[in-house]
């Protein structure tokens, strides 16, 4: 997979396919079922680490679950997320950050926030480091949110999200996941910005690509799912018909059901 052929599936409207991904047998597997995207996510945090938010998460740790999921994948586009604290002080402490992910296999990094982070999105990409952001609910941020909660839902939180999202393309980002926000506005923000790729996951069928975290969507996850997850298992026999399951189910536009998984 390559960027240019992503820009092509976006441009063509065909949806593309991002699950979550920490270890190599993964990888191997998750390739295998043709996944356009592994995210070496910093849910791994609450999914592997069994901590209750991203924020403990530290840049050694997705360094080394990025060099494991490098070695199992072939063909996917391979992105990781720098965690809490390794892109907030300085523009050259982003650089840093985003290099040591690069070097660990990373073909693109991700980092959470919209207005302060333009700035160094426009650092990255002119160093030739593809960026994908990531606006709404941003799990780094949880304490400061107040909580896993739908966000612009009101005029103003919608503004604001419409204009993060311009400015980080405009700055040269070419991914913005959208998480937790409501499918209208979503739809608004993959209209306006057709040099984005968005990724949804809470965020209706509208965007140009879907994202879930892999423990969800396999139903390994413990307590009560988000609205917006389906459980893949439920009627997979085994994890690969699953993986290919939730494959045709985005592509054919039949996940997320805007009703059912939608806000
Ligand atoms: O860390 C993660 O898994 C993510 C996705 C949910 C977008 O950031
Ligand atoms: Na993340």
Same mark, same amino acid.
């Given at each position: 997979?390559?960027?240019h052929?992503?820009?092509?599936?976006?441009?063509?409207?065909?949806?593309i396919?991002?699950l979550?991904?920490?270890?190599?047998? *993964?990888a191997?597997?998750?390739?295998?079922?043709?996944l356009?995207?592994l995210?070496?996510g910093?849910?791994?945090?609450?999914?592997?680490? @069994?901590q209750s938010?991203?924020?403990?998460?530290?840049l050694d740790?997705?360094?080394?679950?990025?060099r494991?999921?490098?070695r199992?994948n072939?063909?996917?586009?391979l992105?990781?997320?720098l965690?809490f604290?390794?892109y907030q002080?300085?523009?050259?402490q982003?650089?840093?950050?985003s290099?040591a992910l690069m070097?660990?296999g990373?073909q693109m990094i991700?980092?959470?926030?919209g207005?302060w982070?333009t700035e $160094?999105?426009h *650092?990255?990409?002119q160093r030739?480091?593809?960026v994908?952001?990531?606006?709404?609910?941003t799990?780094q941020s949880v304490h400061?949110?107040? @909580?896993y909660?739908?966000?612009?839902r009101?005029?103003?939180?919608a503004?604001?999200?419409r204009q993060?999202?311009?400015?980080?393309?405009?700055?040269?980002?070419t991914?913005?996941v959208?998480?937790?926000v409501?499918?209208?506005? $979503?739809?608004e923000?993959?209209?306006?910005n057709?040099q984005l790729?968005?990724v949804?996951i809470?965020? @209706?069928?509208v965007?140009a690509?879907?994202?879930?975290?892999?423990?969800?969507?396999?139903?390994?996850?413990?307590?009560?799912l988000?609205r *917006?997850?389906r459980n893949f298992? $439920?009627t997979?026999?085994s994890?690969e018909q699953a993986?290919?399951?939730f494959?045709s189910?985005v592509?054919?536009?039949r996940?997320?059901?805007n009703?059912?998984h @939608? *806000?």
């Amino acid at each position: 997979m390559t960027l240019h052929r992503l820009r092509e599936m976006r441009a063509q409207g065909e949806k593309i396919t991002m699950l979550t991904c920490y270890d190599a047998s *993964f990888a191997r597997l998750l390739d295998s079922c043709e996944l356009d995207c592994l995210l070496v996510g910093d849910s791994l945090g609450m999914v592997l680490q @069994g901590q209750s938010s991203t924020v403990p998460v530290t840049l050694d740790e997705m360094a080394y679950h990025t060099r494991c999921v490098a070695r199992g994948n072939r063909h996917a586009w391979l992105l990781s997320d720098l965690p809490f604290g390794s892109y907030q002080e300085s523009l050259d402490q982003c650089m840093r950050s985003s290099v040591a992910l690069m070097q660990a296999g990373a073909q693109m990094i991700k980092l959470e926030g919209g207005g302060w982070t333009t700035e $160094a999105v426009h *650092f990255l990409t002119q160093r030739g480091i593809p960026v994908c952001a990531h606006l709404g609910l941003t799990p780094q941020s949880v304490h400061a949110l107040g @909580g896993y909660r739908v966000q612009g839902r009101d005029a103003d939180g919608a503004a604001t999200l419409r204009q993060h999202a311009r400015e980080l393309s405009e700055a040269g980002a070419t991914m913005l996941v959208l998480e937790l926000v409501p499918t209208a506005l $979503a739809a608004e923000i993959t209209e306006a910005n057709p040099q984005l790729i968005t990724v949804g996951i809470g965020a @209706g069928n509208v965007t140009a690509a879907q994202v879930l975290v892999l423990h969800d969507m396999l139903g390994i996850t413990a307590g009560k799912l988000p609205r *917006f997850v389906r459980n893949f298992m $439920a009627t997979g026999a085994s994890i690969e018909q699953a993986v290919r399951l939730f494959v045709s189910e985005v592509k054919s536009g039949r996940f997320p059901d805007n009703g059912q998984h @939608g *806000f």
